[in-house]
């Protein structure tokens, strides 16, 4: 009887279960999937046609008989089948050897109710899981980005993702204090597309959103000046248009949602613990996620908190190479592994 090398490897997988994007880790592998968290749905026979980037192409494009859809909103399960089948084809597509069942970890918000953490769990044992970790998003940012998580420090973590900010101050294997906020990429998002129909009457879709935030989207006291034209539909007379904007009105357009995830950061830095607060006085805060990438708002918490504020390497896959660093030494882990049971 033949073996292939594949059938030694292990299964074991780590996953970032973004709203925008999914990410897995497959062990002794790295990550195998960077893809969006979508799925696009025949309405006719609700029959699924395409997950992750092929999804994503027919996002605002499909015909009347196709709907995209995100399993995921603000950071939970918002649809529990379709989260399940999407998990399922995330995990059946990383798996060496489809015959052993993988221990999978996964990244979850801090801030969401047992009910949520019972459906993740749930969906990752249906799509195929042998035993299933739930580990909060900041303790496995804070992982990813090496810092020391095991030690009698503080460490403050700011992770602004698709669906929620998640903000944690983590000593001793444990979050100390943490606040959990939705408000985060998609709502910048729908600010933005609010901002344009108040101001031009024009509507635009939730990818050219994206795309105008991460080309021209930034904070104050960021100056740079940037502009790129915008086509839309003119809601007044019901055609195609095209206009000027620059980022100066998408840091308009963005007030709200930065504001509310600076005062976010403010209280957690109030229920702070005396000894930890002079921690992060020293060491600062950790800034990740997709949203620590919008120009200025490292600057904007420097600001406000008066505290030395760094964004993480690569800010977007932290969570995923920590959950990934969790899965490749479990035994060293193993504190965190043990909180994540009484979920």
Known sequence: MKFSLLSFISNDIAIDLGTANTLVFVRGRGIQVNEPSLVAVRRLD??????????????????????????????????????????????????????????????????????????????????????????EEPMAAAIGMGLPVHEPVGSMVVDVGGGTTEIAVISLSGIVTSISIRIAGDEMNDSIIQYLKRKYNLLIGEKSAEIIKMKIGSVPPYKEKAGMKVKGRDLVKGIPKTI??????????????????????????????????????????????????????????????????????????????????????ISKFQKVLNRSKLY
């Open 46 to 135: 609700q029959k699924i046609v395409a997950f992750g980037t092929e999804a994503r192409e027919m996002l605002g494009r499909t015909p009347g008989e196709i709907t995209t859809i995100r399993p995921l909103r603000d950071g939970v399960i918002a649809d529990f089948e379709l989260a399940e089948e999407m998990i399922r084809y995330f995990i059946r597509r990383v798996q060496a050897n489809r015959f052993m069942r993988p221990t999978v970890v996964i990244g979850i918000p801090s801030g969401i109710t047992e009910v949520e953490k019972r459906a993740v769990r749930d969906s990752a044992e249906h799509a195929g899981a042998r035993e299933v970790f739930l580990v």
């Open 244 to 329: 000027e904007i620059n980022s100066i009105e998408i840091q308009e357009a963005l007030d709200e949602p930065v504001s509310s995830i600076v005062e976010a950061v403010r209280l957690t830095l109030e229920k702070t613990p005396p000894e930890l607060s002079a921690d992060i006085l020293d060491r600062g805060i950790m800034l990740t996620g997709g949203g620590a990438l919008l120009h200025g708002l490292d600057a904007k918490l420097r600001e406000v908190t008066n505290l030395p504020v760094n964004v993480a390497e690569d800010p977007l896959t932290c969570v995923v190479r920590g959950t990934g660093e969790i899965i490749e030494n």
